[in-house]
T-cell receptor, first 114, second 110 residues
Framework: DTAVSQTPKYLVTQMGNDKSIKCEQN?????MYWYKQDSKKFLKIMFS???????INETVPNRFSPKSPDKAHLNLHINSLELGDSAVYFC?????????????FGPGTRLTVL | EDKVVQSPLSLVVHEGDTVTLNCSYE??????LLWYKQEKKAPTFLFML????IEKKSGRLSSILDKKELFSILNITATQTGDSAVYLC??????????FGQGTRLTINP
């Protein structure tokens, strides 16, 4: 009954590979996000989707491509992985309305690029 | 550019002490300020503050916002080892993206 779930929890891969991270929320929220947390624990927004439509696209390399098949899912595909992509990636969701600013986070995916 | 700054970056205290964590912000079209607690995994939501001077409270944790001076504080009284975590402050900006501060790493020693 996890509210926001991500798979996998850990991902270790070689430079140059392509990988995907999946996110699902069962809260009925209409907006989903991807954040990147670096080694200093600094959380930074990457993308946001509202009802399957991209609404935020920060300055992120083109190698990162989000895909939202429906409003409960937001996946992140990364091409040609680089060492600097190593980080923890968090998915989050929120619902429009009075508490729309409150975002709920998934458990994170720790990506290590060797 | 929207900015959130937290202080201190790191704090070590003994169990039973009271701590105050600070968060200052500069953001256009301010709506709210959020506090999260992050232990080993996901940031978990603590408080959302929208009005100046109104304290939000949950057990030993409380928080207040000052919209005139553009800051918020998070207080934890009678700290316990389970309070050890990184505490994150965030402010939503256009498009509802959250801009986070660097976090305060709080360590409670027994």
């Amino acid at each position: 009954d996890t509210a926001v779930s991500q798979t996998p929890k850990y991902l270790v891969t070689q430079m140059g590979n392509d990988k995907s991270i999946k996110c699902e929320q069962n809260l009925g929220h209409d907006t989903m996000y991807w954040y990147k947390q670096d080694s200093k624990k600094f959380l930074k927004i990457m993308f946001s989707y509202n009802n399957k439509e991209l609404i935020i696209n920060e300055t992120v390399p083109n190698r990162f491509s989000p895909k939202s098949p429906d409003k409960a899912h937001l996946n992140l595909h990364i091409n040609s992985l680089e060492l600097g992509d190593s980080a923890v990636y968090f998915c989050a969701s929120s619902q429009a309305g009075l508490t729309s600013d409150t975002q709920y986070f998934g458990p994170g995916t720790r990506l290590t690029v060797l | 550019e929207d900015k959130v700054v937290q202080s201190p970056l790191s704090l070590v205290v003994h169990e039973g002490d009271t701590v105050t964590l600070n968060c200052s912000y500069e953001v256009t079209n301010f709506r709210s300020l959020l506090w999260y607690k992050q232990e080993k995994k996901a940031p978990t939501f603590l408080f959302m503050l929208t009005s100046s001077g109104i304290e939000k409270k949950s057990g030993r944790l409380s928080s207040i916002l000052d919209k005139k001076e553009l800051f918020s504080i998070l207080n934890i009284t009678a700290t316990q080892t389970g309070d050890s975590a990184v505490y994150l402050c965030a402010v939503p900006t256009l498009g509802r993206k959250l801009v986070f501060g660097q976090g305060t790493r709080l360590t409670i020693n027994p």
